[in-house]
């Protein structure tokens, strides 16, 4: 049954592996939209700061631009030079400073160079801004120059390209910020580049600036995420698959005590796996076969044949035992209908109904059923009800118990001396029959101090003035202690092992019983 179980549970796993995915999948994906929000946001804030610097740098430089073109025309020796001059010093982020007239530069705050972009605007987006390597000073390092005219005067003031770098590279490391003037644009490394730009894919976010016609970028390269969500969220991440881990097993488990188990029945009932063996019982007296026990067997595809003890409870817990019992009187009835001339009448066919069967009028649909099969007073039929699992005295119950006694159904209480029933209960049930427990009857020949339990738990069920069954008889010293004892019916392995309907009818039909009371 364990493994029969398992293969149910192959449905299980995959039910709980689902559900044990769900808190990873779905924490998964709300750390991810979570990581690339942050990321996002950490690109946007870069490139605003980023802006926020690179406009404080060309406001300076405009307004030394602004100084610059109010001296423009006088003549540099002198004055306007040192002013240049001290223009740079002032400022703290320009490298130096160019006043021209008819676009020629006539005064600097540094000798200027022929190198570009000299004054001519279509070096310069929109006329105003340049990035380049080459400096008006001819020093060979990256600058940001600002352009400024006035009539046919015009001023060049270079910022150094540290400081742009230094913009870019010290407000956040990661974020990959770049700064695009025209065809041209710097790196977080100060490398100014002139092929064109593509953006990272992660996060990228652009900024263009509409006063000065810049544009700043930033973003994260392939693979950022992965490294962000692990850093960032790693013990969430460890929690949502511990969560998932936990949820998987709790489920697989609870599926497997619930779920496998009652889908594994539902199947083989669907698929027609149980089958009534029929066990003799035996009149004491005649040592004929008066009757039989039904006992459910299930042939499973892998697993052969499975004892009732390892499905009869499940089948209980999963209220399937009503359908399995039903199934097994038809089946009994179908099997035996084509012996029923061999069957010597009245024989007595017990079956083991479940207390939860008890509950419903079901039972009495099924009797009348089964006895439709044969003919009227041919067969007995008997309903076993265990001493183990008493039956509570609802209405339900009793009205239950009257219909089936108006049909002649006869109740026989099962492993008497194990459980509790009191005197009320069998009288309130018209109990008809008892059935000694085995392990009562085990006990002769072995000890002497056990044998009397048995001779009590016989003393009070031959007292009850009910007929008494011993089941489990196994030996002949067993068969004759509880002969003598007055014992009406015996059962057990001595006489017969339980067998499908065919051998029954072949072999504990035909064949003259073991008993010693006969001649
Ligand atoms: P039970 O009603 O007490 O049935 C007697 C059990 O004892 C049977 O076990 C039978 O094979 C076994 N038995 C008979 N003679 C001997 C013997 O001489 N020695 C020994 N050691 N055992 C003997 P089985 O067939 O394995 O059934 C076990 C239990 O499963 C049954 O006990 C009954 O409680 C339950 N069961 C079987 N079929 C059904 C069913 O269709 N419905 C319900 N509700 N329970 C069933
Ligand atoms: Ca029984
Ligand atoms: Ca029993």
Same mark, same amino acid.
């Given at each position: 049954m364990n493994r029969a179980i398992?293969?149910?549970?192959?449905?299980?796993l995959l039910i709980a592996l689902v559900i044990g995915m769900i808190p990873s999948i779905l924490g998964g994906a709300l750390v991810y939209l979570k990581s690339n929000a942050d990321l996002s946001g950490l690109s946007a804030t870069?490139?605003?700061? $980023?802006?926020?610097?690179?406009?404080?740098?060309? %406001?300076?430089?405009?307004?030394?631009?602004?100084?610059? !073109?109010?001296?423009?025309?006088?003549?540099?020796?002198?004055?306007?030079?040192?002013?240049?001059?001290?223009?740079?010093?002032?400022y703290r982020f320009l490298r130096s400073t160019h006043l021209a007239i008819d676009d020629k530069i006539y005064c600097s705050s540094l000798p200027p160079s022929e190198a570009s972009p000299g004054t001519d605007p279509n070096n310069y987006l929109h006329g105003r801004l340049h990035l380049g390597n080459q400096t008006l000073t001819g020093s060979n390092s990256s600058a940001l120059t600002l352009?400024? $005219?006035?009539?046919?005067?015009?001023?060049?003031? %270079?910022?150094?390209?540290?400081?742009?770098?230094?913009? !870019?590279?010290?407000?956040?490391r990661h974020s990959n910020l770049v700064l695009e003037i025209g065809r041209h644009w710097m790196s977080q490394d100060g490398i100014i580049h002139h092929a064109s730009f593509e953006n990272y894919p992660i996060a990228s976010t652009a900024l263009s600036s509409e006063k000065y016609g810049y544009t700043l970028y930033a973003a994260y390269p392939a693979g950022t995420l992965l490294t962000y969500?692990?850093?960032?969220?790693?013990?969430l991440l460890v929690l949502l698959l511990a969560l998932g881990l936990f949820a998987g097993v709790f489920t697989y488990w609870m599926l497997g005590r619930v779920l496998a188990p009652s889908l594994e029945l539902q199947r083989a009932l669907s698929a027609d796996e149980f089958t009534p063996y029929l066990q003799p019982v035996i009149s004491s007296t005649s040592g004929k076969c008066v009757g039989c026990e039904v006992l459910a067997r299930w042939y499973h595809p892998q697993e052969g044949s499975i004892s009732p003890n390892s499905f009869i409870p499940l089948a209980e817990q999963s209220n399937l035992i009503i359908s399995i019992t039903k199934r097994l009187m038809e089946k009994t009835a179908q099997?035996?209908?084509?012996?029923?001339?061999?069957?010597?009448a009245p024989f007595h066919i017990g079956f083991n109904i479940s207390a939860k069967h008890f509950e419903s009028f079901e039972l009495v649909d099924d009797c009348i059923s089964f006895l439709k099969s044969f003919k009227p007073g041919q067969i007995i039929l008997v309903l076993e009800l265990t001493e183990r699992e008493l039956i509570q005295p609802t209405r339900t119950a009793t009205r239950l118990i009257e219909k089936l006694h108006a049909l002649g159904v006869k109740i026989a209480l099962d492993d008497f001396g194990t459980g509790h029933s009191s005197l009320n209960y069998l009288q309130l049930f018209k109990v008809d029959y008892i059935k000694i427990d085995k392990s009562f009857v085990s006990m002769i020949g072995a000890n002497a101090l056990s044998v009397h339990i048995l001779d009590s738990i016989l003393d009070?069920?031959?007292?009850?003035?009910?007929?008494?069954?011993?089941?489990?008889?196994?030996?002949?010293?067993?068969?004759?202690?509880?002969?003598?004892?007055?014992?009406?019916?015996?059962?057990g392995y001595f006489y017969a092992k339980p067998?499908?309907?065919?051998?029954?009818?072949?072999?504990?039909?035909?064949?003259?019983?073991?008993n010693p009371a006969l001649p």
């Open positions: 398992r293969y149910s549970s192959k449905k299980a870069a490139v605003k700061e $980023a802006a926020r610097q690179i406009d404080v740098m060309l %406001e300076e430089a405009e307004n030394a631009s602004d100084i610059l !073109l109010t001296r423009a025309g006088l003549p540099c020796p002198g004055n306007i030079s040192r002013q240049l001059q001290e223009l740079v010093a002032t352009r400024s $005219a006035l009539n046919n005067a015009s001023s060049l003031v %270079e910022i150094d390209g540290r400081h742009i770098q230094d913009a !870019l590279h010290l407000i956040d969500m692990l850093n960032t969220y790693l013990l099997e035996l209908v084509p012996y029923a001339s061999k069957l010597e009070l069920a031959l007292k009850l003035d009910l007929q008494v069954l011993a089941e489990g008889v196994e030996t002949e010293e067993q068969r004759d202690y509880l002969g003598a004892c007055g014992v009406d019916f015996m059962q067998m499908p309907v065919t051998d029954f009818v072949s072999k504990a039909l035909h064949h003259p019983q073991k």
